[in-house]
């Protein structure tokens, strides 16, 4: 039994070719036309995969031709942004894909769950027999692994995450801290979204523009107060996220310091995502002041970004061992001689679903 | 018999330094569970040497400075073990640890235990003023040492370096809890202790009665600041420093002047 992989991904293919390519309903049919014992096709906005068992050789052409949308209209070669793993390279590759090594932002563990979703989609159409069971099962339990034994998934590494955790670094819970988002910008309200996924419950919001506050709020779970307020908001506040598009500076030590005057072992964290910047820099001197504004939030997500990239050396060694380990394992048991047999026992058995 | 307990207690914290060290250098840091078995287990070792130790002695194990020194080191871990799941899990036990190693680890090179040329009479008064007082001593070096991270903390969240060795420690509002807590429990156990020593039935030295008060109005200081919220808490994190290293600097020198005291 010949064990391959063939696709494309963010590193060989722009986002046009990766829609070209990304498979269509009847791929799995086509895929077992095209003469695959076993096949399983992985989609995410990143990659186009197929992973696949068969008996005789079938081309990265033929792959492709089952990927492509609309072969009517489409009579390109298709095979050159198209890379192909087999045997134990294409077990390490996976292995990486799960461990989030070969993604765009290293170490995110969305992929994880797109290939479980993935896996077990092949299985309830009966595409995936025991080669791809035992390889997918292996493979998350590596990328488990990974995430246990070294630091890969650690930081954040967008901006709203980041403020989040900075949040977390600072108050601990956020279930009890009281958030103020001065300026109804896109990544305002992401951030906002991501503190009131972390238990953040009173959420006020404030705009210019009366009817977008009202909005905003009622997107995120807030509430909206008058715009000329918002200096009063900032005595209870602990969390003020600023983005509106004023011109000068809104908020100034000068103008801060009486509204610290009685909070003085309560901090306040500002976040201002706000180009030109709604907050003068000298108030992060200011005692118990923590200021952020965008360009410090991406130095902190890049800062985790290159540990992360410090930590690939552990995972890959953790990944050679499993694809060793897994090379012994499947040799046997790839040249199987009823693998119908397994596969009916493979159905039978609950634990498949469970592991997932 | 009794000092070979407090090398293995000894190598307990050291092993609680080691594992500290090479997740640290490995870039991975978990606090977990070995932290605080390898400090639980390094306390009953010490609390074994102590416990022989008072009864070859007939009293409260502090007739030198090197009893003190283990004593103190003792009241640390105590405290360390006492004060709650959270802080636990944390760094804490990574800072707790070094100090303890220093102070046993000294008390054991130092030519400090020396025996007393006559057995000193039991007195209830004086051992209860003298262990209420260096229990009180480790409730004020745990808050030093949470005072330390609050400090690494807060300088890394201001100059937005947040990927140092210490990424893990505590959010501040739990950290500034922990100071606060400590701080008066350490404060009540102290005032116990400074009491209870106006009843042990023999003259006080004057500079050391003087001493003490001043270290006890100081953190009495720190708490009332801490009350009526005239302090930062970033400057309460570095008065509890100021605080302990005062304390510690009393301590050798009421240890000291007794030592003095008794020799012939």
Known sequence: MNLFCVGLSHHTADVETRERFAGHAETDGILRGAGCTEALLLTTCNRVEVYAASEKRVSTDEIARCLVRNIENDRSEYAPPFYRYEDEKCVQHLFRVASGLDSMVVGESEILGQAKKAYESARASGVAGPCLHRLFQRAFRVAKQVRTHTEITRGSVSVGSVAVDLAQRIFGQLSSCKVLVLGAGETSERTARALVSRGVTDLRVSNRSSDRAQELAQLVGGRAVRFDEWPQQCREIDILITSTSSETPLLTPKMLAPMLRNRVDRPLFVIDIAVPRDVEPSVNEMHGVYLYDIDSLQSVAEQSLALRRQQITAAEAIIAEHVADFGKSISDKLNCKAPSAERRALGETPLHTSEL | ?264
Not at chain 2, 126 to 150: D, P, T
Request: hydrophobic share 55%; with cysteine.
């Open chain 2, 1 to 264: 018999m009794d000092r070979q307990l407090l090398i293995v207690s000894t190598l307990c914290f050291l092993a609680a330094i080691g594992r500290t060290i090479v997740s640290l250098r490995a870039g991975i840091f978990r606090p977990g569970q070995f932290n605080f078995l390898a400090i639980g287990l390094g306390f009953i070792f010490q609390t074994a040497f102590l416990s022989i130790r008072g009864h070859a002695l007939g009293r409260c194990p502090l007739t030198n400075l090197f009893e003190v020194f283990i004593f103190l080191a003792w009241s640390v871990a105590l405290i360390y073990m006492l004060v709650g799941p959270a802080y636990r899990l944390s760094l804490m036990g990574a800072f707790t640890a070094p100090l303890v190693v220093l102070l046993q680890g000294f008390a054991l090179i130092a030519p400090i235990d020396t025996r007393h040329p006559v057995k000193l009479p039991a007195n209830p008064w004086l051992e209860f003023h003298a262990s209420i007082s260096l229990v009180a001593y480790g409730a004020f070096a745990l808050a030093c040492i949470a005072g330390v991270m609050y400090l690494v903390q807060e300088r890394q969240l201001k100059t937005h370096q947040l990927h140092s060795i210490f990424s893990h420690l505590p959010p501040l509002t739990d950290l500034f809890a922990a100071i606060t807590r400590l701080l008066w429990w350490g404060f009540a156990l102290y005032t116990l202790g400074l009491v209870s020593g106006f009843f042990v039935g023999q003259p006080l030295p004057y500079v050391q009665v003087v001493c003490a008060s001043g270290v006890w109005l100081l953190y009495a200081a720190i708490l009332q600041g801490r009350h009526l919220r005239r302090l930062a808490p970033k400057h309460v994190a570095a008065l509890c420093i100021v605080g302990f290293s005062a304390a510690l600097a009393l301590l050798w020198g009421i240890t000291f002047t007794a030592q003095m005291q008794s020799l012939p």
